[in-house]
């Protein structure tokens, strides 16, 4: 039984994509080998340790945060306590503190996978734009000196500033993509709760309300949709007013009050309860503006639930809709052709729908832990 020891800058009760990733991976590696997870105590009420389903969470003292990022001071020393203790290391990026552990996993000579979850995009302001040169030699010589890394596709990597220099030791696995239970009470309290009727079209976003999403772009359609709909939502779930490091949520008022009738905005939502909500949709919009999107989760879960997809054509995230072919791919940040692209889809649900067969094979569960279950042995075995 290995010692595994799992890091990411932010774990539960912290909800997001790498998140729900990592806690996936770590439940199924538990059930063979010992797993710590090395986070940030990100929040002055978490407990610094704690263990759940025999998983050791160990939090680091987090005084200092800057948008999205955080220092921890003691954190070069506690990884290193924690290598030490450690067969192999497993490193969530991005995370600024990952060099430390693949410099001691390097000294030590033991085996480190990076998972590449995003690079930090182009965000606004010049404080983000610091950050990014700042980062960007800590995290080349990360990749440089993994043993393995493990990217969700070959698109997003051959874009990739980091990934296309590494693709020799790049494997790739789809992300990890479960859904809940519907539930036919709930499903009708959703559709009461964001005015579904049979003749209302509802077309839904998941996913926090931060600045790379191209939510405003979303917005924009609303006029040109008029047009089209007589009836329709746009709804918005997810969580928006603190989201960490993010203020788009503010910048986006004018819009919210302009469109007020339209738009409905649910707040986060448990993720065993999005089901609930695909299966009211017309469609799933995913108007994403930014690399710091690879793949967009949610539209996968979408696809599964049977629910089509709008996603914007960038590297990774138009992935899902060209291998179910469930969907439309849209041009960045024009709202004229999303809107196209919306209503097509739209009009041909019950077609596309039935493709969610095939979503259900493509991005299988199964699949994802068997090839990282190969991947964890491969390396452990030199």
């Not at 160990?58 to 290598?83: C, D, H, Q």
């Not at 993994?146 to 020799?168: C, N, P, R």
């Amino acid at each position: 039984m290995a010692k595994i020891l799992i890091s990411l800058t932010y774990y539960l009760p912290n909800i997001s994509g790498i998140t729900i990733y990592a806690q996936i991976l770590s439940r199924e590696l538990a059930r063979n080998h010992q797993l710590t997870i090395l986070t940030s105590k990100f929040k002055s009420s978490l407990p610094k340790r704690e263990t759940i389903n025999k998983i050791k969470i160990l939090r680091i003292w987090a005084p200092i945060k800057i948008n999205k990022g955080i220092i921890m001071p003691t954190f070069p020393l506690i990884s290193l306590i924690e290598v030490l203790k450690s067969d192999l290391v497993i490193c969530h990026l991005p995370q600024l503190e990952a060099i430390w552990l693949v410099l001691w996993a390097k000294l030590l000579r033991k085996p480190i996978i990076l998972v590449h979850h995003c690079e930090f995009g182009d965000a606004p302001g010049m404080i983000n734009q610091i950050i990014k040169l700042i980062t960007y030699l800590p995290h080349h010589l990360s990749y440089r000196w993994a043993t393995k890394i493990i990217a969700y596709t070959q698109d997003y990597a051959q874009h990739s500033i980091f990934l296309s220099k590494f693709l020799d030791k790049t494997e790739f696995i789809l992300p990890p993509v479960t859904i809940g239970r519907k539930n036919q009470r709930k499903i009708k309290e959703v559709a009461k709760k964001i005015g579904k009727t049979k003749t209302t079209k509802i077309i839904g976003f998941v996913g926090r309300i931060g600045w790379e999403k191209g939510i405003d772009v979303l917005l924009k359609t609303i006029p040109l949709l008029k047009k089209e709909f007589d009836k329709f939502k746009v709804v918005l779930v997810g969580p928006y007013q603190e989201v960490i490091g993010d203020k788009t949520y503010q910048k986006l008022k004018p819009l919210l009050k302009r469109y007020q009738d339209w738009v409905i905005l649910t707040g986060a939502v448990p993720h065993q309860e999005l089901i609930n909500y695909y299966l009211n949709f017309d469609c799933l919009v995913l108007p994403s503006t930014n690399s710091l999107e690879t793949f967009g989760i949610v539209q996968a879960e979408a696809m599964i639930s049977g629910c089509p997809v709008v996603a914007s054509n960038l590297p990774g995230v138009r992935v899902p809709i060209k291998l179910t072919k469930m969907g439309k791919i849209a041009p960045v940040g024009k709202p004229r052709a999303l809107t196209k692209a919306i209503i097509q889809v739209v009009k041909n649900k019950n077609k596309l729908s039935k493709r969610g067969i095939i979503a259900q094979k493509i991005f299988s569960r199964t699949k994802f832990l068997f090839k990282w279950k190969k991947v964890v042995q491969e390396v452990l075995s030199g």
